[in-house]
């Protein structure tokens, strides 16, 4: 079977992703190997609490990922890390989709101050409804919140310019909701990526995007074109 690997974004998990939004069984279905990985301080088996020890998220994702894969696909972190490790290997992991992700890929993280203090129980406003959002999505993966806060108080990585992104090989699509307000807009990713295919649908906006039909039926009918 083609092996396809699924990439979460911050706060989430293989399982709390993935599987719970049945991307796992469709992979099945359609009759590809889903490849679940969980990127370094996520999940119920926590990690490290020292920010430091995240320097290299994509590094650490690519030491755990088989060297065959047909495809991969990723929501918000997780497609920043599959365009990383594009750059450094050009085509090494097939085909790409990428959710989630718009030109907030070229900025820091916006909400992380935020969500750090929330994660810390030290929040001194309510919670914007986008912080509060990824905080629910973090709580979902059953992740520790203070390895949660240190991946986001890593040093800058991986730290993407179009100038990287035009070594790309890999077939990509990009998909999006327009209500997303976190990777909306997405022109200056579009126009790095000109071979990319680009599919903006209405409502979702961003941690709903995987438990999406739509994003799950276009990523099939991508990957299976190849």
């Given at each position: 079977m083609r092996k396809v690997a699924l990439i979460h974004g911050w706060g989430g998990s293989y399982a709390a992703t993935w599987q719970a939004d049945g991307w796992d069984a469709a992979l099945r279905a359609?009759?590809?190997?889903p490849v679940g990985l969980d990127i370094a301080g996520h999940g119920p088996q926590g990690g490290s609490h020292d920010p430091a020890d995240y320097a290299d998220l994509a590094g650490?994702?690519?030491?755990?990922?088989?060297?065959?894969?047909?495809?991969?696909?990723?929501?918000?972190?997780?497609?920043?890390?599959?365009?990383?490790?594009?750059?450094?290997?050009?085509?090494?992991?097939?085909?790409l989709v990428l959710g989630g992700i718009g030109d907030n890929l070229f900025a820091p993280e916006q909400a992380g101050p935020a969500l750090?203090?929330?994660?810390?129980g030290a929040a001194q406003e309510p919670l914007s409804p986008q912080v509060a959002a990824l905080v629910d999505y973090a709580q979902r993966s059953a992740s520790?919140?203070?390895c949660l806060a240190a991946v986001l108080e890593r040093p800058a990585n991986p730290v993407l310019t179009e100038a990287r992104l035009a070594q790309v090989r890999a077939p990509v699509l990009i998909f999006n909701s327009r209500d997303d307000a976190v990777a909306q807009p997405d022109a200056r990713l579009r126009a790095a990526l000109p071979?990319?295919?680009?599919?903006?649908?209405?409502?979702?906006?961003?941690?709903?995007?995987?438990?999406?039909?739509?994003?799950r039926d276009a990523a099939l009918a991508f990957l299976s074109r190849g």
């Open positions: 359609a009759g590809f190997e650490d994702l690519a030491a755990r990922l088989p060297g065959d894969l047909f495809g991969a696909i990723g929501f918000s972190l997780g497609t920043k890390l599959l365009l990383e490790l594009e750059a450094r290997r050009p085509g090494a992991n097939g085909r750090v203090a929330a994660l810390r520790d919140p203070a071979g990319a295919a680009h599919q903006l649908i209405a409502g979702t906006g961003h941690v709903g995007l995987t438990a999406d039909i739509r994003f």
